[in-house]
Nanobody, 122 residues
Framework: QVQLVESGGGLVQAGGSLRLTCAAS????????VGWFRQAPGKEREFVAS????????FYADSVKGRFTISRDKARNTVYLQMSSLKPEDTAVYYC???????????????WGQGTQVTVSS
């Protein structure tokens, strides 16, 4: 069974950058697609980015396209979310999730991490 742990969140000024890490335990992690989602207070969880099991396909929400990059390191059982040109509206708890396909729908993922807080100040 795969377990996921996010890290790398923090407080950053608008325009700054952060790299989130999703570290996985379990041999089968590299067989899974991975998605990043975020949830701000009072809002629904929303799709940010996803990557296929082999890293060959990536998908992004329009709101982060050109600013965020998702990638994976199979040797390290890790998926990254590089975030640049951060805006205050990017403030949220960020979650990574593993599932069979890199869907934009949260219900398409069956394993979730605990989340990491990202706060962007103006």
């Amino acid at each position: 069974q795969v377990q996921l742990v996010e890290s790398g969140g923090g407080l950053v000024q608008a325009g700054g950058s952060l790299r989130l890490t999703c570290a996985a335990s379990g041999r089968t992690f590299n067989n899974y697609a991975v998605g990043w989602f975020r949830q701000a207070p009072g809002k629904e969880r929303e799709f940010v980015a996803s990557i296929s099991y082999n890293g060959g396909n990536t998908f992004y929400a329009d709101s982060v396209k050109g600013r965020f990059t998702i990638s994976r390191d199979k040797a390290r059982n890790t998926v990254y979310l590089q975030m640049s040109s951060l805006k205050p509206e990017d403030t949220a708890v960020y979650y990574c999730a593993a599932g069979p396909v890199p869907t934009v729908v949260p219900t398409g993922y069956d394993t979730w991490g605990q989340g990491t807080q990202v706060t962007v100040s103006s």
